[in-house]
């Protein structure tokens, strides 16, 4: 019961690879960019880092592997993705999903079980550290001695 | 009386519902009918929500409290609240529309559900679990629109893939003759709140009294019955 509007997402040629109307593939896609698939496909569909998009003509046979993955038409195989899994409107799944997100909207057919998994944290790096200079040291300033006018301060004092 | 006979009618401890002032609230509650807005999903035409407490579904998540990773069935079809609410509970859903499979398997005709070789096939589609997968399963109202033989399999099936202490929950018609009632989407507002939304009528398989459905659980530990205002029995029943 998505409250977001109903939209039909349309292949970008130039950041998705895309799977026309009257393609028919059997076997098995590696992809490393998006995927669009309009047409059938039978077998896997892996995009690991990327968004698989079935879109409202699309008919799969075929387990999908990816970050993301949105459907519109007809799909009949298991789902795995790192993000988020779409089923929208009038859409069919029949399979299992595994995911850490999932959305499906009122008139989507869905049948099989949702596992979902929590996204692993991120290792973050820490912050690089200022590269310091072996021949020019950074000078600390040392105590001030009021008895001893000017003994004990380092050059970068006196200078400043 | 006949709702205090009806509440009273079960087997197991534990039942949150047994003193007078949680009585009176069961009695107190009212059903709220309300506007659902109309979003992309929203079919011309459906009748208005209704949002109504559930004393089964009370009970049911009452009855599966404090345990995460659960294994749940939920016969409401593909729904983000359900699945939501399951999932947040820490439980992993199975999803399936059994009424529109129903339709599927058997198509208008009544006297198909009679023939064996379709039922055969029918729960093959639907309950291809293995032995004692599901330790919860949110039947609605489909039961109410299987004829007898269909019904009787099913629940045999069930008593299979259900793991002992599991529980179920379903809805029947309590009218006294056989005839079309209502069905409905169900979609969980929390843990005791449903919201109804009518998607047709059909014809009810048979006559369910608490005689018939004591017998068609005979192989389940314990039956509760609730009786609501709609004249409907939310039924709780154990592994």
Redesign the interface.
Known sequence: ??????RTPEPDSRSAATVGKSVRIVGQIFTKEDLYVDGDVEGTIESMENKVTIGPNGRVQASIRAREVIILGQVQGNVETSDKVD?R?DAKLVGDITTSR???????????????KKPEPKVTTPPPQPIVSRSAPTPVPEPYSATTPGAGLSTAAINR | MLTEKLLSIFRKDGDPFSNNAQLASLRAAVPTRSVTPA?????PGRKDALTRQSRGLEQFFFNIRDVVGL?VLDCA?????N?DFL?NLGH??????LV??LDEAFGPDPEAQTNPSRIDYFLKQNFAYPPETLDGVLLWDSLQFMSPALLNATVDRLAEVMRPKAYLLAFFTATERVRDVPSNSF?IADNKTIVLTERGIRPAGQVFNNRNLEKLFGKFESVKFFLTRENLREVIVRR
């Open positions: 019961m998505s409250s977001t509007p109903y089923i409107k999932i959305s499906i909207e009122d008139g989507a057919l869905f049948k099989g079980s949702i596992d979902i | 979003g992309p999903g929203r079919k294994s079809g593909a729904s983000q609240d699945i999932i992993k859903v199975y999803a399936q529309d529109q499979n979609r």
